[in-house]
Structures are given as C-alpha cells and as structure tokens.
C-alpha cells in the first residue's frame, strides 16, 4: 500500500499559520498545501484500496483549509487596515508600539 504525502501538507499548514502574522502572506503556502491536499483526497476516493493514510490526508486537508482562511482573513485585514489609514498616521502608530516596547523611535 502506498502513503499520501500528509506530511507536506502539515508543514505547508504551519508555516502558513506562522507567516499569517505578516500581513496575511501565509495565504501562499496554506494554499498550496490545501491544493495539494485536496488533489490526495481526490487520489484517496478513486483508489481507497492502493492507500493506507487516507482519512489523514482530509485530516490535513481539513487543517490547510482553516490555516488559508484565517491567513485570508488577516490579509483581508492589512489591506483594509492599510487603505484606511495615512502615512502619518501608520508613522505615529509605529512610534507608539516602539515605545511600548521601550525602543527610542528617533533612533528607527
């Protein structure tokens, strides 16, 4: 019996979820993970008898697709977030975390 490649998916999956934060650009490999998924799962239902990991694969089908929606939405977000304010206001709102963080913002 042959194995699907859910380990791929898995690591497509996390580091989407991890690059999220960065502006929404886990978009890419959560979605790649979730294409390659969705293209084993299609594998798994023509031939169940040839694979042995087939319930894990729309396991982690199931994982990239929530880790592409919510890298989506947070990419939603900073467009948003970035058509609705103005330059001077993103500077100001860079000082303000620098000083919360305890970073002296003249030295950026």
């Known amino acids: 019996m042959q194995k699907l490649n859910t380990t791929l998916v898995y690591i497509l999956s996390i580091v989407g979820f991890i690059c999220c934060c960065f502006s929404g650009v886990g978009v890419i490999p959560a979605g790649i993970g979730y294409y390659l998924a969705n293209k084993g799962v299609k594998e798994y239902e023509a031939n169940p ?30 467009i948003y977030n970035f058509a609705s304010t103005t330059p001077e206001e993103r500077e100001q709102q860079q000082r303000e975390m620098l000083e919360q963080f305890g970073m002296d913002p003249e030295m950026m």
């Open 49 to 78: 008898e040839a694979y042995s990991n087939g319930p894990a694969m729309k396991t982690a089908k199931t994982v990239s697709l929530v880790v592409t929606v919510i890298a989506g939405l947070m990419a939603l977000y900073s």
